[in-house]
């Protein structure tokens, strides 16, 4: 059988798709898909990340508007279920991705030849199938020829299979925290099973998972807010459960979902559980990036094969299989889904292969949080109603998140809490020997602000003794020498406000490290005490946003504090505290070359020990205690005192009431109601008497 499509009476074009090798599709002279072989009819599925491989037969090429041409296309789409997409009005602008023939140009003039094949993909599983169709060139318009019934594509194990799946700490050293996607399967306990790699699984410990998600509703309008193919879709059910009474540095396995669905439960996984954080927490060994995207290279139509962001990934397996990765931080910039729903999705499917093995945590960027309000008393995901739009600063007044305002990335992920904390804008937790400190350079960080009363405490409250080492990190970098060939730098004044307001405060606390991305770049400052470089103490500022966005084409400036500068090259940086004294600091490239590295040490600059007010200090324990028991004693002595004092009122008053009783006195009326008044409802005698009011 051979399927045909006459466009006039001098060509036809036979457009196939091949399934594993064993499906073959084509157009026939009514526009629709059928298959041929395998008996597979117009549908296919795919695992989660599989590709279909796309074949062509034209039977000539010829001349003119109809021939074959550069510019056709398959396009893939995944709406929502039960939208007729040949229906749709906005069909010519919702896919999600565009294949195009021009990807299988061959020989050595790149001319179109009558055969050809590509792969499409990877197809990830989004909860609902997904359609392809074919878009010919007609001149300067593409024209769909959309069959009656599109050919289906279905993704993986379906709405229930369990997904996205991403381990995070929590404020317990003793717990670890997996959060995962699928389909609303709450009525069917959806849970994670642990247990120690040593220890069978039928020992596995099972513990029950919360459930949240977001609507278009949550997001401050733009695309964000669009229900759509491409823009908001349903992010499904997101579940999170918690790991309990782990032993420190142990391996666990485990796996989640829920029992009782088909396809409902994930694959077993592993981690090594937390070292602990008193007493001989050992060395502690993070990975830092930022700015990576989920397809990477570009527009989220590039081609898969140039995305460098399974590179990045790849290369933190690697370092973490030859010693064992503590922490995976992202500053900032994570998925660029800019109100494109599929691309939180892409992004997780990225990832899940590496958090779920070590525990990932984010800083919040531009592009997940800067937005411009269109409603009306609408509160972002951090508790605003309007977002941080500072007069000196251009490079916030804009929505690089196109409505988001950070609820995807605060509903996705779920960090470490502390009092004053706020969700995933800042936190703060300890790995080992290193307190940890996230910060949104998108929110006000003057003094007075919440967030700047909250870093403050939260330094103030480090124990050095345990966590000897402080590292910070936000977006936004404070120190960065790029030179962009405009010879203008959007975001130098961010770094004139983050330096007037943080730096004393790291100083003032001995902050070691503050991590950022925002450029994708690579920059190592000296270690800056009061701005000057010193051979101690201080902070190194480090800008880290090489996972995969964009390279951008600049070159360095020269400045007196910078150390290291490394342009068009992917990558992350490794912190590794090999003492309380002494820390080691590289940048690994995605082919593993080390092409920074350092030594960082303490200084004399780090703050005493907190301790509470009303803890005595040890020279001063005995005569604190002498006074306690002193004031024991005084107060026992007034409290003996004023019962029998109230002894003695109460009888003398219980005479008087006698008396008044049998003789008819004016006391008689107000016998019972005076010690009700008194005794069981001091708020009414109060209102009664006038008195000030309880605040």
């Known amino acids: 059988m051979k399927g045909t499509m006459?466009?006039?009476?001098?060509?036809?074009?036979?457009?196939?798709?091949?399934?594993?090798?064993?499906?073959?599709?084509?157009?026939?002279?009514?526009?629709?898909?059928?298959?041929?072989?395998?008996?597979?009819?117009?549908?296919?599925?795919?695992?989660?990340?599989?590709?279909?491989?796309?074949?062509?037969?034209?039977?000539?090429?010829?001349?003119?508007?109809?021939?074959?041409?550069?510019?056709?296309?398959?396009?893939?789409?995944?709406?929502?279920?039960?939208?007729?997409?040949?229906?749709?009005?906005?069909?010519?602008?919702?896919?999600i991705d565009q294949w195009n023939i021009a990807q299988v140009l061959s020989g050595s003039n790149n001319v179109l030849t009558s055969n050809g094949t590509m792969s499409i993909g990877p197809f990830v599983n989004m909860r609902v199938p997904c359609q392809l169709l074919f878009w010919k060139s007609l001149g300067t318009r593409l024209v769909p020829y959309p069959p009656d019934n599109p050919f289906q594509v279905y993704v993986g194990g379906g709405a229930a299979e369990p997904l996205q799946g991403h381990l995070s700490l929590t404020s317990d050293p003793t717990e670890m925290q997996i959060t995962w996607v699928s389909g609303d399967v709450s009525d069917h306990n959806p849970a994670v099973w642990y247990v120690m790699a040593s220890q069978p699984d039928s020992s596995a410990v099972m513990e029950q998972a919360g459930a949240t998600t977001y609507a278009a509703g949550d997001m401050c309008g733009d695309k964000a807010s669009q229900v759509a193919g491409r823009y908001f879709r349903d992010p499904g059910t997101i579940y999170t459960a918690r790991m309990h009474s782990l032993a420190p540095s142990t391996r666990y396995n485990y796996w989640y979902g829920t029992e009782n669905v088909t396809n409902g439960l994930s694959p077993p996984y592993w981690f090594i559980s937390p070292k602990p954080t008193t007493g001989n927490t050992g060395a502690a060994r993070i990975v830092a990036t930022g700015d990576m995207g989920a397809w990477g290279g570009g527009y989220p139509f590039s081609p898969v094969s140039q995305s460098p962001v399974p590179r990045v990934i790849s290369g933190v397996s690697t370092l973490n299989a030859a010693k064992t990765v503590d922490l995976f931080a992202v500053y900032g910039d994570l998925s660029y889904a800019g109100g494109k729903g599929y691309v939180w999705e892409r992004y997780f499917y990225r990832m899940q292969p590496l958090a779920t093995i070590v525990p990932f945590h984010v800083a919040v960027g531009n592009h997940e949080y800067d937005y411009k309000p269109v409603l009306v008393d609408h509160k972002d995901a951090s508790g605003l109603t309007r977002p941080y739009f500072p007069a000196w600063g251009g490079s916030f007044n804009h929505s690089s998140s196109y409505g988001e305002c950070g609820v995807p990335t605060a509903k996705r992920f779920f960090m470490p809490q502390s009092p004053g904390s706020n969700s995933v804008f800042w936190y703060s937790h300890n790995v080992a020997n290193v307190h940890m400190v996230y910060i949104s350079t998108e929110h006000d960080l003057s003094p007075g602000s919440v967030q700047a009363r909250w870093l403050e405490q939260d330094l103030r409250s480090v124990d050095r003794a345990a966590q000897p080492w402080i590292v910070v990190g936000g977006h936004r970098a404070l120190y960065n020498n790029v030179k962009y060939a405009s010879g203008v730098d959007p975001d130098l004044p961010f770094q004139n406000y983050g330096r007037q307001y943080l730096n004393p405060l790291f100083t003032q606390y001995g902050v070691?490290?503050?991590?950022?991305?925002?450029?994708?770049?690579?920059?190592?400052?000296?270690?800056?005490?009061?701005?000057?470089?010193?051979?101690?103490?201080?902070?190194?500022?480090?800008?880290?946003?090489?996972?995969?966005?964009?390279?951008?084409?600049?070159?360095?400036?020269?400045?007196?504090?910078?150390?290291?500068?490394?342009?068009?090259?992917?990558?992350?940086?490794?912190?590794?505290?090999?003492?309380?004294?002494?820390?080691?600091?590289?940048?690994?490239?995605?082919?593993?070359?080390?092409?920074?590295?350092?030594?960082?040490?303490?200084?004399?600059?780090?703050?005493?020990?907190?301790?509470?007010?009303?803890?005595?200090?040890?020279?001063?324990?005995?005569?604190?205690?002498?006074?306690?028991?002193?004031?024991?004693?005084?107060?026992?002595?007034i409290a003996v005192a004023a019962v029998v004092a109230a002894i003695i009122f109460y009888k003398r008053y219980q005479s008087r009431a006698g008396r008044d009783r049998h003789t008819g006195g004016t006391g008689s009326e107000h016998t019972d109601s005076a010690p009700l008044a008194f005794y069981d409802n001091p708020d009414d005698s109060g209102d009664a008497a006038g008195g000030d009011e309880e605040i």
């Open 6 to 95: 006459f466009l006039d009476s001098k060509f036809y074009l036979l457009f196939c798709v091949v399934v594993f090798h064993c499906c073959l599709l084509d157009f026939t002279s009514s526009y629709s898909l059928s298959a041929v072989s395998a008996g597979q009819g117009n549908t296919a599925t795919v695992a989660n990340g599989g590709n279909l491989t796309v074949s062509w037969h034209l039977s000539s090429v010829l001349d003119g508007p109809y021939g074959v041409n550069a510019k056709d296309e398959v396009r893939v789409y995944c709406f929502p279920s039960g939208t007729n997409i040949i229906r749709s009005s906005t069909l010519a602008s919702d896919h």
């Open 512 to 637: 070691n490290l503050y991590i950022s991305g925002h450029y994708h770049n690579y920059v190592r400052t000296c270690q800056l005490l009061n701005g000057a470089c010193v051979s101690k103490g201080g902070t190194v500022y480090i800008t880290v946003g090489t996972g995969g966005a964009d390279q951008e084409p600049s070159t360095t400036s020269t400045q007196s504090w910078s150390r290291k500068y490394i342009t068009n090259t992917y990558g992350v940086m490794t912190l590794e505290t090999t003492s309380s004294a002494s820390a080691l600091l590289k940048f690994v490239d995605t082919t593993g070359r080390v092409l920074d590295s350092t030594t960082i040490t303490h200084g004399t600059n780090l703050p005493p020990p907190p301790t509470s007010p009303t803890s005595p200090t040890p020279a001063a324990k005995g005569g604190s205690n002498t006074a306690l028991i002193a004031g024991i004693a005084v107060a026992v002595i």
